[in-house]
């Protein structure tokens, strides 16, 4: 089953086997964070690349969470105080996991049992929190918080 897509104001990328769909308002960090990550990752080896930045249009198809690139924006991303950026996109993937960066101080201290993003379409993705300060490896915290049976590559 195909649901109609949703504009969702968010970046979506893929790390190793997995699709991360990185949410919060403007300035939270979504492209810096993304950016981060694919850098790390390509440089243990891992597949990554941004699938869009902005906008992501959010669709279920077969029961999988899919995130698509509006062609509009497509190859482009913001770097906030830089200006807009051409990168390699892949056009859509499928999401496993929702990423909300946190800066200090982070409260709460621990993050809720089991939280979930839920989208438009009232499907969810699992919601990880990810610290962000000067000094910590974003990839490396995301690699650790992931659950075991994530199958993240690479892990």
């Not at 810096?32 to 690349?49: D, E, P, S, V, Y």
């Not at 699992?126 to 300060?133: I, V």
Request: charged share 15%; proline share 8%.
């Amino acid at each position: 089953m195909t649901r109609q897509a949703a504009n969702v104001h968010a970046t979506a990328v893929v790390l190793g086997t997995r699709g991360f769909l990185l949410i919060g308002p403007s300035g939270a960090g979504k492209t810096t964070l993304a950016l981060a990550c694919l850098a790390a990752a390509r440089n243990i080896g891992l597949f990554a690349a941004l699938v869009a930045d902005d906008q992501v249009l959010i669709s279920v198809q077969n029961g999988k969470i899919i995130a698509r690139r509006p062609a509009s924006i497509a190859g482009l991303a913001e770097i906030r105080g830089a200006g807009i950026v051409q990168l390699k996109t892949i056009p859509a993937a499928v999401l496993d996991f929702a990423i909300l960066p946190v800066k200090p101080p982070f409260e709460p201290r621990m993050p809720p049992e089991n939280e979930t993003f839920l989208l438009p379409s009232g499907d969810f993705l699992p919601l990880l929190r990810l610290p962000l300060a000067e000094g910590l490896n974003s990839f490396e915290i995301l690699r650790l918080i992931l659950p075991q049976n994530a199958n993240f590559q690479g892990q």
